[in-house]
């Protein structure tokens, strides 16, 4: 079997910790990627979840947001000032 270079970028420090992980687990970097290719390929999906858990995105601040665009629209807003936050 032929073998390919597969390139990635990564942040150094992740790169750290993970090389650091598979040489805990007795893997080598590359043996613990070609698990997850072979796997992704085997089973034809991302090996676990992924989720995103920004409350902006949640179903009851979606209904407000759209609420209050509605409102808006209507003519029903009021504008303000932008109020800087002196904490940063």
């Known amino acids: ?4 270079t597969l390139t ?19 893997l080598s970097a590359s043996a613990a990627i070609n698990m997850f290719v072979k796997t992704v390929n085997r089973e034809h999906r991302i090996p676990f979840e992924i989720k995103v858990d920004d409350p902006f995105y949640s179903a009851s601040n979606q209904r407000h947001l759209m609420k209050s665009v509605q409102e808006l629209k209507a003519g029903k807003g009021t504008a303000h000032e932008l109020i800087e936050d002196s904490d940063e």
């Open 1 to 4: 079997m032929a073998l390919s």
């Open 8 to 26: 990635s970028r990564v942040d150094e420090n992740d790169k750290e910790m993970f090389i650091a992980f598979c040489d805990s687990a007795g």
